[in-house]
């Protein structure tokens, strides 16, 4: 095949819009682009670059809790949640704290909810059940990473994962959506649990985003294991799903990845997440207390990956 560009990156549309201007490129190319037959189209630009890059080492720390089962304590369901975020960068507007109120003290607090909550079961489940908090998801997955590659309980032995990044913090919603919805069977468990609170699953309305390959979950999937991502709905109750997809996108503009991911004693509404961390509740119990495991779905390219090592003796 033939070699690989000598540099390779992301633009912005603001910049790629620019960059059609220059190369005298209609900018209808996009369209052009997404059907059959296209062909690459030369831009006729020449580029200088000057790159400066600073390498620090650091060293960063996955926290585990585990509830042991009562019945099949080395079969393990795990919760997971990211703990960072980006700290001290770059200033804007004054203001060079990157909190990371959403993304993911949100998914972290759930997390201690949920390990809090089986805590105080006065029946414990059959199964273990691992609370994973992972590092350095911001800088690449690489908490979540170490752990697929250095797993404390067998692969084999692993049930499934669940995934929790930026929670609700607006209103309560009619659906959820699962990101990477049709991978495996846990979305039937979502489902049944979804419907026990009246609400249905949804798939992701943009999968064109990769956001299934953007999360901590995708590193279990890599190593075979079942994981479920869901994220809030988008019909929020008494407004809408258009206010909702008005929310989810000013999350993503004004507020991701930046210092202003702040708490909000004003605008925050803690109704949705209670609700959506009742169904993750729900979700784990059920496979705490059963002795299936899920499996992939036809398609899915893990499917050969789980199959082969759940196989082996």
Same mark, same amino acid.
């Given at each position: 095949?033939?070699?690989?560009?000598?540099i390779?990156?992301w633009?912005?549309?603001?910049?790629?819009?620019?960059?059609?201007?220059l190369?005298?490129i209609?900018?209808?190319?996009?369209?052009?682009? %997404?059907k059959r037959?296209?062909?690459?189209?030369?831009?006729?630009?020449?580029?200088?670059l000057?790159?400066?890059?600073i390498? %620090?080492? *650091? @060293?960063?720390?996955?926290?585990?809790?585990?509830?042991?089962?009562? %019945?099949?304590? +080395?079969e393990?369901?795990?919760?997971?949640?990211?703990? +960072?975020?980006f700290?001290?960068?770059?200033?804007?507007k004054?203001?060079?704290?990157?909190?990371g109120?959403e993304?993911?003290?949100?998914?972290?607090?759930?997390?201690?909810?949920l390990? $809090?909550?089986?805590s105080k079961?006065?029946? %414990?489940?059959e199964?273990?059940?691992?609370?994973?908090?992972? @590092?350095?998801?911001?800088q690449?997955?690489?908490?979540?990473?170490y752990?697929?590659?250095?797993p404390?309980?067998?692969l084999?032995?692993?049930?499934?994962?669940?995934n929790?990044?930026v929670? #609700? #913090?607006?209103?309560? @919603?009619? +659906?959820?959506v699962?990101?990477?919805?049709?991978?495996?069977?846990?979305?039937?468990?979502?489902?049944?649990?979804?419907a026990?609170?009246?609400?249905i699953?949804?798939?992701?309305?943009?999968? *064109?985003?990769g956001?299934?390959?953007?999360?901590?979950?995708?590193?279990?999937?890599?190593?075979?294991?079942?994981?479920?991502?869901?994220?809030s709905?988008?019909?929020?109750?008494?407004?809408? $799903?258009?206010?909702?997809?008005?929310?989810?996108?000013?999350?993503?503009?004004?507020?991701?990845?930046s210092?202003?991911? $702040?708490?909000d004693?004003k605008?925050?509404v803690f109704?949705g997440m209670?609700e959506?961390?009742?169904?993750?509740f +729900?979700?784990?119990?059920?496979?705490?207390?059963e002795?299936?495991?899920?499996?992939?779905?036809?398609g899915s $390219?893990?499917?050969?990956?789980?199959?082969?090592?759940r196989s082996?003796?």
């Amino acid at each position: 095949g033939k070699s690989r560009a000598l540099i390779e990156g992301w633009l912005t549309q603001e910049s790629t819009h620019k960059l059609f201007k220059l190369a005298g490129i209609a900018e209808d190319v996009m369209q052009s682009a %997404k059907k059959r037959g296209f062909k690459a189209v030369g831009l006729g630009l020449d580029v200088s670059l000057t790159l400066n890059s600073i390498t %620090k080492k *650091s @060293t960063s720390h996955n926290v585990v809790a585990v509830l042991p089962g009562t %019945k099949r304590a +080395d079969e393990y369901l795990i919760y997971s949640a990211h703990w +960072d975020h980006f700290g001290i960068g770059e200033a804007i507007k004054g203001d060079s704290i990157y909190n990371g109120a959403e993304d993911n003290a949100s998914g972290t607090a759930g997390l201690l909810t949920l390990a $809090e909550a089986f805590s105080k079961l006065k029946t %414990k489940p059959e199964r273990s059940v691992m609370f994973l908090s992972v @590092t350095s998801e911001e800088q690449g997955l690489l908490g979540s990473e170490y752990y697929g590659t250095h797993p404390l309980v067998p692969l084999k032995q692993t049930v499934a994962d669940i995934n929790m990044d930026v929670l #609700n #913090n607006f209103s309560r @919603t009619k +659906d959820l959506v699962v990101v990477g919805y049709g991978q495996s069977e846990m979305d039937d468990y979502a489902k049944r649990a979804a419907a026990k609170q009246g609400r249905i699953i949804t798939p992701e309305p943009d999968p *064109s985003g990769g956001w299934y390959y953007r999360s901590d979950h995708f590193n279990f999937a890599k190593v075979g294991v079942p994981s479920l991502y869901p994220e809030s709905g988008i019909d929020a109750i008494g407004h809408g $799903e258009a206010w909702g997809k008005a929310k989810a996108a000013d999350y993503t503009k004004n507020r991701y990845h930046s210092p202003f991911d $702040e708490y909000d004693a004003k605008t925050w509404v803690f109704s949705g997440m209670v609700e959506d961390v009742r169904f993750l509740f +729900d979700v784990g119990t059920t496979l705490a207390n059963e002795s299936v495991f899920p499996k992939w779905k036809t398609g899915s $390219e893990f499917k050969a990956i789980r199959e082969k090592y759940r196989s082996s003796k």
